[in-house]
């Protein structure tokens, strides 16, 4: 048990006190819960017990994220038949819909401008959201040193900000592939209205599916979709990047990891993300030589992804009264601990964010040193 | 088979070519080989053949390296039995001393001023070998994020450059370990010249003797001393750096690296390095989270060590007469195969250089981004 100090009061008036010092929040249960269930598994019921406001917070969800991973009840005892089960194409369009069409109008109440749904590059904590997203993408690209008239994949690439950025400032040929119909809508509106048809261009396409034609690119970006892919396509997933680079070309994979092996969180599961799966940055680095991978570079945004989140979830509390017109309080319940619980888990390290960038075979022209990505 | 093409001569005059175009080096055997030893046992065969002057080559080293990658000869087939094969504490210490107790007067024929054994950092292919050195052991005290006041830990401190260093121009207490009598003797000659006792010192220690004093350091650095470890003690090794490092502590592993694991080329095993064995990168990144350690950066440095092993091998060439004088012609040729197979190694891609920098648990006073490395 950690020896974090708080309080539980519970729905007849009485209260608990756990630690010495003064306790650092309070947990109020309004009316008696399942103890049964909350034993077999406390992350879920306690997920669905905030959501449904049957539990609510005192103080920081930080906190209560502290408190639970010291106590390992993040950890261990999880569902790890989730991880062998198969699921199909057809099946993983709908995990990635699942969270992904919950709308434009939703994400853009809260993340910025590009519309950027993963952790942003800080070069200072004083960087505001929108420049540390335009940073990160450019951080992206440089890393993949693009030269013009050079090709570029980026596999789920979202609502497109960095294809546009790719093809209108590196002078490269863009292509982006997602599984979001709201994204992908989206997507070809910016890029007609950049004018970039020809130099860019968006498919709603699986990766299989794009790597079974065929084509191959010079450079290829992930960033923030290996998290979707589920840990038993990861072999089909780096043999499609096999394909689809290459020779000597360079990819850069953009992915939240943990240190080892756990399985998602099972209320993660259950209604933020179906079917992904954290991978640990060791099974990842384990399977790049199995695909003739060499790897160039790796680097941890740990803490820019706190600051990411705590971005999020300032703007997410700003426009929770639009959230709550457009689904309920529940969703706004669910969505809050998501959102807080994540940068949480960032700051104490239970999640990490690696930007891994490597080559098919080895690469003939890629820079001696960093430097020009410091300049 | 690769295509390289190459000609053989043989002892007889008569001769063989492979390949279509221009062969591009001779293979001279000046007599005859036992053919089954060769068959059994091509790489060793060769390095010997080689030594005793009984194969020659005309042409570059280089691709006779490159023809043998290609083929497979040098995958495949060893000896893992060696792997598997525990050695005693004082086997390892003979090991260390085999190699780097040949003499301060042989290592300092050919190496730079600062008599650093390990890959430099280039910032420019145009820069000179010793400039280079100067700005790897920065490059690596840079990264560790050294403050005034620390106490920092060298794995293998060589002839002690880093160390004085980084007491006299970061201003921490820096302590060098190593295993060879000759560099302990030079690197207690080296600190009084620079009138640093009491700011750097150096022990003839083995890392398991000074992890059980108990001590602790801020910040680690373990600089081309990893390969001399041995696969069967990596778990110690990493527990050993697990207790000399203070939590949120840091440490740099500097590495040759393989992509797989594959057991280290007999020859080298048996002329070169003895006990020795190349990691595979994966299989250090996957002994991190069992120590409870977090990774924070790597880097690859490949061209960065062909580069180095040139400038080795073009210096000891300028020396070979002073070297066949204080050992003899086997001596010299087993060398120059030694840095110029090494040097092609590189180049293919056969081997690599990693710099891995982690953090024991959280830490919280890391950079937040890498431009200090830059500025």
Redesign the interface.
């Known amino acids: 048990m950690n020896s974090l100090p708080f309080q539980v009061r519970y729905w007849d008036g009485s209260s608990a006190t756990y630690g010495q010092e003064e306790p650092r929040f309070t947990l109020v249960f309004k009316e008696k819960v399942p103890l049964l269930k909350w034993l077999r598994s406390p992350v879920l019921s306690f997920g669905e017990a905030y959501m449904d406001g049957v539990v609510d917070i005192e103080g920081q969800i930080a906190d209560v994220i502290e408190l639970a991973s010291g106590s390992g009840a993040l950890h261990g005892k999880r569902t790890p038949s989730l991880l062998r089960k198969g699921i199909s194409l057809r099946k993983e369009k709908e995990n990635v819909q699942h969270h992904y069409d919950v709308g434009n109008d939703f994400y853009s109440l809260w993340l910025d401008e590009t519309m950027s749904y993963s952790c942003a590059?800080?070069?200072?904590?004083e960087d505001s959201l929108e420049q540390a997203q335009l940073q990160k993408i450019d951080y992206v690209l440089k890393k993949l040193q693009l030269r013009p008239g050079e090709t570029l994949l980026d596999i789920g690439s979202g609502w497109g900000w960095l294809i546009l950025r790719a093809a209108k400032e590196y002078g490269v040929k863009a292509k982006g592939i997602t599984l979001s119909e709201e994204q992908y809508r989206k997507s070809r509106e910016r890029i007609a209205e950049h004018g970039l048809q020809g130099q860019a261009e968006v498919e709603l396409l699986d990766y299989r599916e794009l790597a079974a034609r065929g084509d191959e690119f010079d450079k290829i970006a992930i960033v923030g979709m290996f998290e979707h892919v589920g840990r038993q396509h990861f072999p089909a997933f780096m043999k499609a990047v096999q394909t689809l680079l290459k020779g000597g070309g360079m990819a850069l994979l953009h992915t939240i990891t943990q240190?080892?092996e756990v399985p998602t969180d099972p209320w993660i599961q259950k209604y933020i993300f179906p079917g992904g799966y954290i991978p640990?940055?060791?099974e990842v680095?384990?399977l790049?030589?199995d695909f003739g991978f060499?790897?160039?570079?790796?680097?941890?945004l740990?803490?820019?992804y706190a600051l990411t989140l705590d971005h999020w979830a300032i703007r997410y509390e700003d426009s929770a009264e639009k959230t709550r017109k457009m689904f309920d309080e529940r969703f706004v319940r669910m969505w809050r601990l998501y959102l807080q619980s994540s940068a949480a888990a960032f700051r104490?390290?239970d999640l990490?964010l690696?930007q891994i960038l490597f080559s098919n075979?080895?690469t003939e022209d890629?820079a001696?040193?960093?430097?020009h990505?410091?300049?």
């Not at 590059?121 to 904590?125: K, L, V």
């Not at 001696?368 to 430097?371: E, H, N, V």
């Open positions: 590059y800080f070069r200072s904590p240190a080892k640990s940055l060791r680095v384990a790049l030589p060499h790897l160039l570079d790796i680097e941890n740990r803490s820019h104490l390290g990490h690696h075979g080895i890629a001696m040193t960093r430097d990505l410091y300049r």
